[in-house]
């Protein structure tokens, strides 16, 4: 729900949980600067799941980590943007103000259930620190809200298992924990950054059954990143595809991904092996990721694109309308083009999309 | 690869950016260049390591054509002026000692011997070390099993403990007794390096190939696995070479290590301290800021290399 | 965590024995043999030669078997005198004389007489030791503070002036040699400026006695604020020396354990929880960064001692570090022996303590 017509400066309506705007976060490094993400906008409404989805280096991560103010700085600087978060910018918090919200009213969950959590204390400590943190509960009654959390996640023997370190747990009991610590004091908005890309298939399932159930009973809202349109699917109501620091296309879940606008989403879904494709070549998207420090001019996803055409190397295409504010995409294909250039696609004339598709196919080696 | 921007690494400092996916790429970019080509460039991105292996290379030079050319015989006794020794002068550079000796013409002559002890020290324990490694980490079991609690022997017993008597019992004050001494004392830091290496290579991808295709243990050793392990052995025998040169020093500063008759640093300071207290302090300031100096460069350079040569700091 | 002390316990056994054989040898390098060295000395009456040649099983012309016989006896293992393992109890002669075991050899206390004095090599030693522990104890802990201090704020405070500075002078005192700063220090602060004393423990004439004699510590009992402040302004440059050049190397390695640390996804983790600053630096990244640098003071125990060498010769501190030079100069074989055996087997026991501080600070190890 991007775009909704907003004043910079002014909070966005109630039912906006989070809102960012044109969010720029770049890292400074010995061999130049890298804009990890590259003015992103996107709203999630109180107790609804919005799906971020993009590959590794496209800057989702960067992006959750921006929202809670954990980027390290230096290297890290969040150059320009807005993120309104229940009524107030987080980016206009001081430190000490921001430590009543991280934790508290915004929680999250990474992908290393391995090293995520410390290994040389108990897991009922390190979610009991939170705990006592934030509720300002005794350390008793912090204990027992540590193993109430423990058994919210499904954790059999919870005052046992609390007394336990990581290293005695599996990989998937250990993501248990992580969402039991994030959960524990009744965030408003939960992220999970790539929740289950670290585990075991079979495990993936119960995590992500786990995710939305404890969702629905405790009603936050969730920013789910991941790189698996499966599990896009399967959990999320609306979704935003990010390439290279950008958003480059928008809508909800059936939108995306069975009308897909961008020629990057496209491909994203082509690349999903699937039963009624046997036989026939997987669809890979051709090049890869760009270099940081060297973005391409233009959309920054025409050396890979196989209709780019005329203003796509030197233009790069704004995140428009496709008949309502929350369906949006970034391409020349959709808008039209500025400075008087016409749709001229490289790879035939005008070609209508499922003919393009099957053509860029053909050309994929 | 971009000329440094991150302060700390600009003063050759120890700071270093944050692995960061924007690297990845530009090695990738690099990777056609040879490994030792790029060793090469990443240790030249080290400023404080080029200008101690300038340095260093300098001394090397000083200790072989500095006694030819200095006009003072460092064993002549003139005789000085003063009880505790003349101040430095336009004639004595750096003073004399309290028998009119020349301290620059000790410093320039000692070079020959500090840098040698050193160097050929740091050569005997980089070839015992890695063939003691390479033999325990290859072969395992119950070999492995002894070689490391000699290993670890060495590293209980306090090496100067064991120096001072070997100089003193078997030196007898000959640079190439010392030479063997320092060397066969200093060797088990490499022996562990190299057999960790071994330990981590032994299973690796490439050497299973190796293996699989039938190339005989001798070659995998040799051919194979002592290449990678390369890098952090060249870095410990800096570092080496640096304490050996220190401790070489001490030997002598406590008239153990070379005898009277030969300059070295070490020597140069033997009797530098009974004429602190007559003011004399530039007897004992520049043969000792001549190690120091050297040692410092030695270590700059060491720090160059590892950046430039162990993977697993890079970056 | 039992398993694991029990494992580096039974490592440490093949060390203890290698050292024992390393002290015997160069025992047995004293020309002429053991006994042929007090011949000299008027000190030693040939009673006490021949009782003690006797209780190690010393021969003048050693065979094989003979040496190993000797080695046992010199060890305390075998028991000389009645030809057996067994002592005149009838136990194993290795166990202390209150259970029944023998008095003889190194494990009974028995390190033989020096050369030099004729006296006991232990008591000798004995005598030293309390100046040797004052000096490395004060050593020791101002070197861990002040190294673990200026390493973790500088990883904290990364690329700060402070951090900076600490890599710079780091990198300028490690270089130096340690023996060679003491005498600069010497002549700054001694011979210059006259701010310390720059010999010896103790003032000699204020002193009511030597330092280390029954007599100096009844003076001490007496009146202990002046002579701990004597043994304090003493101690001031002997320190400095020993710890200047450890403290440049080890603040560099906590500062890059702490980085590693800081740099950990549990560090993250602790920060989205919305804990403060501090409680995240100390109770998760120094917490977990603790583990190396006890690793790494652990090996730097041996050097502890090496270091006290160096300072104890440049400052005539009357240690054990100068008592083993006066040793290696008068070339008193069988008290460069005790010294030598006597100060290994302390650093395979202090690396023992250290591997059990490990073992309880890390609960991977403790609960495997």
Redesign the interface.
């Given at each position: 729900m991007p775009h909704l017509p907003q004043t910079p400066g002014e909070p966005p309506p109630p039912d906006v949980l989070l809102d960012v705007r044109d969010l720029r976060t770049y890292?400074?490094?010995?061999?130049?600067t890298?804009p990890a993400v590259d003015g992103v906008s996107f709203q999630v409404r109180r107790g609804e799941t919005l799906g971020v989805v993009g590959e590794s280096?496209c800057g989702k991560s960067v992006t959750a980590l921006t929202i809670?103010r954990?980027i390290?700085t230096?290297?890290g600087e969040i150059v320009s943007g807005e993120i309104w978060f229940d009524g107030r910018d987080v980016l206009q918090l001081s430190?000490d103000e921001?430590?009543?919200?991280?934790?508290?009213e915004m929680?999250?969950i990474?992908q290393?259930p391995m090293?995520?959590?410390?290994?040389?204390?108990t897991v009922g400590d390190?979610i009991v620190?939170?705990v006592v943190?934030?509720k300002k509960l005794s350390r008793k009654a912090a204990w027992d809200r540590a193993i109430e959390m423990l058994r919210l996640v499904g954790i059999p023997e919870a005052p046992r298992r609390a007394r336990q370190?990581p290293?005695?747990m599996s990989g998937g009991m250990r993501q248990r924990v992580?969402i039991a610590?994030a959960l524990s004091c009744d965030p408003k908005l939960l992220i999970a950054d790539e929740p289950t890309t670290a585990l075991d298939v079979t495990i993936q399932a119960q995590i992500l059954e786990l995710i939305r159930r404890v969702q629905a009973e405790t009603g936050t809202a969730l920013l789910l990143i991941t790189h698996d349109l499966g599990v896009v699917a399967e959990t999320v109501q609306r979704v935003v595809v990010m390439y290279a620091g950008k958003v480059v296309e928008t809508g909800s879940v059936q939108e995306v991904l069975q009308d897909p606008k961008h020629p990057y989403t496209e491909g994203l879904l082509a690349s999903i092996p699937s039963k009624g494709m046997r036989g026939t070549r997987l669809n890979v998207i051709k090049g890869s990721v760009p270099?940081?420090?060297r973005m391409p001019v233009g959309c920054r996803f025409h050396p890979r694109c196989p209709y780019a055409f005329d203003p796509c190397p030197d233009h790069e295409p704004p995140l428009d309308e496709l008949g309502r504010p929350e369906r949006r995409v970034a391409c020349w294909l959709h808008t039209t083009p500025p400075f008087g250039l016409e749709h001229r696609p490289r790879y035939g004339t005008a070609t209508p999309l499922p003919v393009a598709r099957a053509a860029a196919a053909e050309q994929v080696p | 690869m971009a000329i440094p921007t991150d302060p700390a690494l600009a003063g050759g400092l120890a700071g270093r950016a944050p692995a960061d996916v924007a690297t990845a790429d530009v090695e990738v970019a690099l990777e056609s260049l040879g490994q030792w080509q790029l060793a090469w460039r990443r240790f030249k991105r080290h400023r404080m390591a080029l200008v101690g292996l300038g340095f260093f290379s300098f001394m090397v030079l000083v200790a072989i054509f500095g006694p030819i050319v200095l006009p003072y015989n460092p064993l002549n006794i003139p005789g000085a002026q003063q009880p505790g020794g003349d101040p430095p002068s336009l004639q004595h550079l750096f003073g004399t000692d309290d028998t009119g000796r020349d301290v620059f013409t000790m410093v320039v002559n000692g070079a020959r011997i500090s840098v040698a002890v050193g160097g050929f020290s740091m050569l005997i324990a980089g070839m015992v070390g890695v063939l003691v490694g390479a033999i325990s980490g290859y072969f395992g079991g119950w070999i492995d099993n002894v070689l490391m609690r000699i290993v670890d022997t060495f590293f209980a017993i306090p090496l100067l403990f064991v120096i001072l008597v070997a100089a003193r019992f078997f030196g007898e004050g000959q640079v190439s007794s010392l030479i063997l001494i320092f060397g066969l004392l200093s060797w088990p830091l490499i022996a562990r390096l190299v057999r960790a290496s071994f330990l981590s290579l032994r299973e690796a991808d490439f050497v299973e190939a190796a293996r699989a295709v039938g190339v005989k243990d001798a070659r995998i050793t040799f051919r194979h696995i002592l290449p990678n392990a390369i890098g952090p052995v060249i870095v410990a025998m800096t570092l080496i070479m640096a304490s050996n040169i220190v401790l070489e020093a001490f030997v002598s500063y406590l008239n153990f290590g070379i005898s009277p008759d030969q300059t070295s640093w070490g020597n140069a300071l033997a009797n530098a301290q009974s004429a602190l207290g007559l003011g004399n302090w530039w007897w004992a300031f520049f043969p000792g800021m001549a190690i120091a100096v050297t040692v410092m460069s030695i270590n700059f350079v060491g720090d160059g290399l590892r950046d430039a040569l162990d993977p697993r700091t890079r970056l | 965590m039992t398993q694991y002390i029990v494992r580096r316990t039974i490592q440490a056994v093949p060390v203890l024995f290698l050292i024992s054989v390393v002290s015997f040898v160069l025992m047995l390098q004293a020309p002429g043999g053991p006994a042929a060295q007090f011949n000299q000395n008027p000190h030693i009456s040939t009673a006490q030669i021949n009782k003690w040649l006797q209780d190690w099983c010393l021969v003048r012309q050693p065979t094989l078997a003979d040496t190993i016989r000797e080695y046992l006896g010199w060890l305390g293992v075998w028991n000389c005198s009645g030809g057996s393992f067994l002592s005149a109890h009838g136990l194993p002669n290795f166990l202390p004389p209150f259970l029944g075991g023998g008095t003889n050899g190194v494990v009974h206390g028995d390190f033989g007489y020096s050369i030099e004095t004729g006296r006991p090599v232990l008591s000798m030693i004995l005598e030293r030791l309390p100046a040797t522990i004052i000096l490395m104890g004060t050593a020791f802990l101002l070197w861990a503070t002040i190294a673990i201090l200026a390493g973790v704020i500088a990883a904290v405070k990364r690329y700060s002036f402070f951090d900076q500075s600490v890599t710079f002078v780091s990198y300028v005192f490690y270089s130096l040699p340690t023996f060679w700063l003491g005498l600069i220090l010497i002549f700054i602060f001694g011979v210059t400026l006259r701010w310390f004393p720059v010999q010896g423990i103790v003032n000699v004439r204020q002193a009511a006695a030597p330092f280390g004699t029954p007599a100096y510590w009844a003076a001490f009992a007496a009146n202990p604020l002046p002579n701990i402040w004597d043994i304090a302004a003493h101690l001031v440059l002997p320190v400095a020396t020993l710890i200047a050049v450890s403290i440049a190397g080890d603040s560099r390695f906590v500062r890059s354990a702490m980085l590693d640390s800081l740099h950990q996804d549990y560090v993250r983790t602790a920060r989205a929880k919305g804990i403060p600053e501090r409680q995240v630096i100390l109770r998760h990244a120094f917490r977990n960064a603790l583990l190396p640098i006890l690793t790494n003071l652990a090996l730097e125990i041996a050097f502890l001692f090496s270091g006290a060498i160096v300072t104890e010769t440049v400052f005539s501190w009357p240690g054990m570090g100068r008592l083993y030079y006066e040793g290696v100069n008068a070339r008193d074989y069988f008290l460069l022996m005790g010294i030598l055996l006597i100060g290994s087997v302390l650093v395979v026991f202090m690396n023992l303590v250290a591997d059990i501080a490990y073992a309880i600070a890390d609960p991977r190890i403790r609960y495997n």
């Open positions: 890292f400074h490094v010995m061999d130049g890298v280096g809670m954990l390290e230096p290297p430190q921001m430590l009543q919200v991280r934790g508290a929680a999250m990474f290393e090293t995520s959590l410390n290994p040389v204390l390190q620190e939170a943190a934030h370190y290293h005695e992580m610590l270099n940081p420090f | - | -």
